[in-house]
T-cell receptor, first 113, second 115 residues
Framework: DQQVKQNSPSLSVQEGRISILNCDYTNSMFDYFLWYKKYPAEGPTFLISISSIKDKNEDGRFTVFLNKSAKHLSLHIVPSQPGDSAVYFCAASLQTGANNLFFGTGTRLTVIP | DSGVTQTPKHLITATGQRVTLRCSPRSGDLSVYWYQQSLDQGLQFLIQYYNGEERAKGNILERFSAQQFPDLHSELNLSSLELGDSALYFC??????????????FGPGTRLTVL
């Protein structure tokens, strides 16, 4: 049962333009959301997170938007750079319990110079 | 560099064998999580330890077990290996309860190949 879904396996964007990566979840109890970036042969690297009490969090070129009513979040990267090319994973967590992360299957972003 | 270390980086073994994967968390982190990533899949949670105690289990097979030692490093033991156990195994750690307790930092992973 995939509780976190990333329906776009891949995305290509021109350098300097905006990249928008999407994520949907089914469990309304999730209250903390994270985005990770993963390069080949490396572990996931934490990018940005958002608590369910917020609808936006910004960190430099990265902004995460949360729409709780739609159970949807998105990651915006502006401007996109070739070094952003990687697989991006969306993850969700519950405040209670183990706090383990539920991951989506990832979106491969390619930024074209 | 996340500060989480994992050894070995690669492991090739045969079906029926047993292997041990090792993880050292970031300095000060009390929680260790193990995840499995099979080909083209997202990461699946296996098990969590907090300060030496098992905290939660996910989709971990009975053939798999883990422990966390007093120095907080953790080991994941995989036995009676099958071809389908071939995967990337990641360890992550997080801080003690506090405002950043949900952010997990991942090691580079161990790639296990069962032949």
């Amino acid at each position: 049962d995939q509780q976190v879904k990333q329906n776009s396996p891949s995305l290509s964007v021109q350098e300097g333009r905006i990249s928008i990566l999407n994520c949907d979840y089914t469990n309304s109890m999730f209250d903390y959301f994270l985005w990770y970036k993963k390069y080949p042969a490396e572990g996931p690297t934490f990018l940005i997170s958002i608590s369910s009490i917020k609808d936006k969090n910004e960190d430099g070129r990265f902004t995460v938007f949360l729409n709780k009513s739609a159970k949807h979040l998105s990651l915006h990267i502006v401007p996109s750079q070739p070094g952003d090319s990687a697989v991006y994973f969306c993850a969700a967590s519950l405040q209670t319990g183990a706090n383990n992360l539920f991951f989506g299957t990832g979106t491969r972003l390619t930024v074209i110079p | 560099d996340s500060g989480v270390t994992q050894t070995p980086k690669h492991l090739i073994t045969a079906t029926g064998q047993r292997v041990t994967l090792r993880c050292s968390p970031r300095s000060g982190d009390l929680s260790v999580y193990w995840y499995q990533q099979s080909l083209d899949q997202g990461l699946q949670f296996l098990i969590q330890y907090y300060n030496g105690e098992e905290r939660a289990k996910g989709n971990i097979l009975e053939r798999f077990s883990a422990q966390q030692f007093p120095d907080l490093h953790s080991e994941l033991n995989l036995s009676s290996l099958e071809l389908g156990d071939s995967a990337l195994y990641f360890c992550a750690s997080s801080v003690a309860p506090g405002p950043n307790r949900y952010t997990q930092y991942f090691g580079p992973g161990t790639r296990l190949t069962v032949l």
